[in-house]
C-alpha cells in the first residue's frame, strides 16, 4: 500500500507541471497571434501605401489618381496589394 502512496504525490506532480505547461502554451500562442494580424496589417498598409502612390504618381500624366480616404486606407491595410488593384479598377468605371 505503501508504494501506491507514494506514487500518488508524483503523478499529482506531473499532472500539475503537464497543465502548467499546456496553459503557458496556449497562452502564448493567444499572444502571438495578434502580432502576426498586426505585423501582416502593417506590411499589407505599407506595400499596399507604396502601390497607392505609385499609381497617384504616374496617373497624374493621364489625369488619373485615386483619393486616400480612410475607406482605401482600410481597404489597403486589410487586403493589400489586391485591395489597391480593386480600387484601381473601381475608379476606371
Request: proline letters at 4%.
Amino acid at each position: 500500500m505503501s508504494f501506491v502512496n507514494s506514487l500518488l504525490p508524483s503523478f499529482g506532480a506531473s499532472a500539475s507541471y503537464i497543465v502548467g505547461v499546456v496553459a503557458v502554451l496556449l497562452i502564448a500562442k493567444l499572444l502571438v497571434m495578434p502580432v502576426k494580424f498586426f505585423y501582416k496589417i502593417i506590411t499589407n498598409s505599407l506595400f499596399g501605401g507604396a502601390l497607392l502612390l505609385f499609381i497617384n504618381y504616374i496617373g497624374a500624366n493621364w489625369n488619373f489618381n485615386i483619393e486616400i480616404t480612410p475607406l482605401v486606407a482600410i481597404i489597403t491595410a486589410v487586403l493589400g496589394i489586391p485591395g489597391v488593384v480593386i480600387m484601381f479598377l473601381y475608379n476606371l468605371l
